[in-house]
C-alpha cells in the first residue's frame, strides 16, 4: 500500500479515537467550549475520509480521460478541508452565542481538563507527523488535513486557557467568550488552506528555488544543444510538469537530438521527483538568444 495512504488511514482512526475523547471532556464538565471542541474534531473524522478518497484517486495512473493524471483529486480534497474548518468555525460560533446567552456552571473542570488535553497530545504529535510526511510527498490534502490538526490544537488550548479561567475566577461566561475567540482563529485557519489549494488549481508554477535547479539541470546536460528557451512548470499534486523548447543545430541528426533529450529527461527525473518533462525540439533559426543558457 502506498505511504501517503497508509498515513490518510492512520489520521482517520486517530481522529476517532480524539473525537471519543473530547465527548468523554464534555461529557464530564457540560463545558461550552470543551462541546464546542469536539464539535471541530468531527469535521475532522469527515476531512480524513476526504483524505483517504482523494489519494486513492490521485495515486491512479492516467487513462483515456485523464491523460496527465489524476494528481489534482487531493487538491480538491483540500479545498473541501478548508470548507469544513469554516464549517467547523461557525458551529464554534454558534455554540459560544448559546453558551454566551445562557451560561452554565462547568462540572469536574480539572477532570475534564486533564482527558482532554490527552487528545491535544495525541494531535500535536500526529499534525506533526502528517504534515511532514505530506511535503515529503508531496501530497496537499496531507498537508491541509495535518494543518487543520493544528488548528485543532489551538482551539484546545484555548479551550484549556477558558475553562480553567472559569474555575479560577468564576466568571461562567469566560468559558463561551474564550471558545468565540477561537472561532476566529480557526476560521484564518479555513481561509488559508483554501488560498493554499487555489494555487494548485491555478497550476501555480513550481517555487523559485526549484525553477533555479531546473535551469541549472538543463544548461549542464544539454551538451551540443545550442540553448533552451520558453521553459514553463507547474504543480499538480506530486507531479511537477516541465516544458521547454531546446535549440538544436539544423545539421544535427534526428537521433542525435533525441540523445539530449533522453540525457536531459534522466537527470531532471533523479533530481525532481514526480517529474513529467515534454521537450520541443527547433532547429538554430529558432533561437532567441535568450533563455538557458548550455554550458
Given at each position: ?23 468523554v471532556a464534555y461529557w ?5 467550549a470543551l462541546l464546542s ?259
Amino acid at each position: 500500500m502506498e505511504r501517503s495512504l497508509k498515513i490518510a488511514l492512520a489520521s482517520f482512526f486517530v481522529s476517532l479515537i480524539v473525537l471519543a475523547i473530547k465527548f468523554v471532556a464534555y461529557w464530564l464538565t457540560g463545558s461550552v467550549a470543551l462541546l464546542s471542541d469536539a464539535l471541530e474534531s468531527i469535521i475532522n473524522v469527515v476531512s480524513s475520509i476526504a483524505v483517504i478518497v482523494s489519494v486513492r484517486i490521485a495515486a491512479q495512473p492516467p487513462d483515456e480521460e485523464h491523460p496527465f493524471g489524476h494528481h489534482k483529486a487531493e487538491y480538491l480534497s483540500a479545498v473541501l478541508v478548508g470548507a469544513l474548518i469554516i464549517c467547523a468555525a461557525i458551529a464554534i460560533m454558534h455554540e459560544a452565542y448559546q453558551g454566551l446567552v445562557a451560561p452554565t456552571p462547568i462540572e469536574t473542570p480539572w477532570l475534564g481538563l486533564g482527558v482532554t488535553s490527552i487528545a491535544t497530545l495525541l494531535n500535536v504529535f500526529w499534525a506533526t507527523v502528517q504534515i511532514r510526511q505530506g511535503r515529503i510527498y508531496k501530497s496537499a490534502s496531507l498537508v491541509a488535513d495535518g494543518k487543520h490538526l493544528m488548528a485543532d490544537v489551538v482551539t484546545s488550548i484555548g479551550v484549556v486557557v477558558g475553562v480553567a479561567l472559569v474555575v479560577l475566577t468564576g466568571i461562567i461566561q469566560l468559558d463561551a467568550i474564550i471558545a468565540g475567540l477561537v472561532a476566529l482563529h480557526v476560521l484564518w485557519s479555513g481561509w488559508q488552506v483554501l488560498s493554499e489549494s487555489a494555487s494548485g488549481l491555478m497550476d501555480e508554477a513550481a517555487p523559485a528555488s526549484e525553477l533555479a535547479q531546473i535551469r541549472e539541470i538543463i544548461s549542464l546536460n544539454a551538451a551540443d544543444a545550442i540553448e533552451a528557451h520558453a521553459l514553463r512548470t507547474r504543480h499538480a499534486g506530486r507531479a511537477t510538469f516541465i516544458e521547454f523548447h531546446l535549440v538544436v543545430s539544423e545539421a544535427m541528426t534526428v537521433g542525435h537530438s533525441h540523445e539530449i533529450c533522453d540525457r536531459l529527461e534522466d537527470a531532471l527525473r533523479k533530481a525532481i521527483d514526480g517529474a513529467i518533462i515534454t521537450i520541443h525540439v527547433e532547429p538554430e533559426y529558432k533561437a532567441k538568444h535568450k533563455g538557458i543558457v548550455v554550458v
